[in-house]
């Protein structure tokens, strides 16, 4: 069963504005990654962030991560239409297993 | 980076046949690869772990003699829908773990309509 929740489940903003996205789970994690999938496509890793480390930067993106409210945040700085697309946050599982998120689906007006 | 290549990324096929994905990791060797369905605007469901050499693990509630799945090499796993139905009728998505990275490279999925 999945563990992890993202809100919003949908995010609509114009080019140029930050969007954030947001992840809970609920059991302990040693990382926690950022998925991006485009409609009827599969998904492109973005970033992974592991259990020590509280922020995380590329490019564009910057992730957070706090363990004690078992929470990460995704934000997407200056969006592009091209940003379009549904991100997925996903936990570490036992057996090599990724659990996957709800997920937030993000359009981006231009 | 990884590159990982699923095929056919679409199949129509009739009530009552059976359909092979494949899934091949085209730079890299891929000991264990993972067998994802997704329904539209939902999020992925692991379906299976496919580990090359040995008998796939599967997930609770999916049925491994309907989803047949075979890693018969380190860059090659394939998925088998038996006797297919409607309700099988989903989006298919396989990946593959390189090394011991947690990072998951994705195929680009399968789209697959059970008439």
């Known amino acids: 069963s999945q563990q992890g929740e993202e809100d919003p489940q949908a995010l609509s903003i114009q080019e140029g504005e930050n969007a954030t996205m947001n992840c809970s789970y609920k059991?302990?994690?040693?990382?926690l990654q950022w998925y991006r999938q485009n409609s009827g496509r599969g998904l492109v890793h973005l970033i992974l962030?592991?259990?020590?480390?509280r922020e995380k930067h590329s490019g564009r993106l910057r992730v957070t991560l706090d363990t004690s409210k078992k929470s990460s945040s995704l934000l997407i700085t200056a969006s592009r239409a091209a940003d379009t697309a549904s991100y997925f946050c996903?936990?570490?599982?036992?057996?090599?297993?990724?659990?996957f998120g709800a997920g937030t689906i993000l359009r981006v007006k231009s | 980076g990884a590159v990982v290549s699923q095929h056919p990324s679409r199949v129509i096929c009739k009530s009552g046949t059976s359909v092979k994905i494949e899934c091949r990791s085209l730079d890299f060797q891929a000991t264990t690869m993972f067998w994802y369905r997704q329904f539209p605007k939902q999020s992925l469901m692991l379906m299976a772990t496919?580990?090359?050499?040995?008998?796939?693990?599967?997930e609770q509630g999916v049925e491994k003699d309907k989803f047949l799945i075979n890693h018969a090499s380190l860059t090659l796993s394939t998925l088998t829908v038996t006797s297919a139905h409607p309700e099988d009728s989903s989006f298919y998505i396989c990946?593959?773990?390189?090394?011991?990275?947690?990072?998951?490279?994705f195929g680009a999925g399968t789209r697959l309509s059970v008439l």
């Open positions: 990946s593959a773990r390189l090394g011991r990275l947690d990072i998951q490279y």
């Open positions: 059991t302990s994690i040693n990382n």
């Open positions: 996903a936990t570490d599982g036992y057996g090599n297993k990724l659990v």
């Open positions: 496919s580990n090359e050499g040995s008998k796939a693990t599967y």
């Open positions: 962030i592991r259990s020590n480390e």
